[in-house]
């Protein structure tokens, strides 16, 4: 409760405080991604890499002798 000594700004600090330390204690007990989803998205951007170093390698192979020649 307020009383008519504690000025609004600083009471609803103290409102924003409480909220703020709640949620951070709910967010400690959470594991945000799961093992097996982590690896799976590695197991994504892994192959992407792949597949553009691979069609990067063939484009410097098909038009890198082009150049040279001419």
Same mark, same amino acid.
């Given at each position: 409760?307020?009383?008519?000594?504690?000025?609004?700004?600083?009471? =609803?600090?103290?409102?924003?405080?409480?909220?703020?330390?709640?949620?951070? &204690? /709910?967010? /400690? =007990?959470?594991?945000?991604?799961?093992? =097996?989803? +982590?690896? &799976?998205? @590695?197991?994504?951007?892994?192959?992407?890499?792949?597949?553009?170093?691979?069609? @990067?390698?063939?484009? +410097?192979?098909?038009? =890198?002798? &082009?150049?040279?020649?001419?």
């Amino acid at each position: 409760m307020m009383s008519f000594m504690t000025p609004l700004w600083r009471s =609803g600090k103290n409102q924003h405080i409480k909220i703020l330390r709640l949620q951070i &204690e /709910k967010v /400690k =007990g959470e594991c945000f991604m799961e093992i =097996g989803a +982590y690896f &799976e998205v @590695l197991k994504y951007i892994l192959m992407t890499a792949t597949f553009i170093a691979l069609v @990067l390698i063939f484009l +410097y192979a098909f038009y =890198g002798k &082009e150049e040279k020649a001419s």
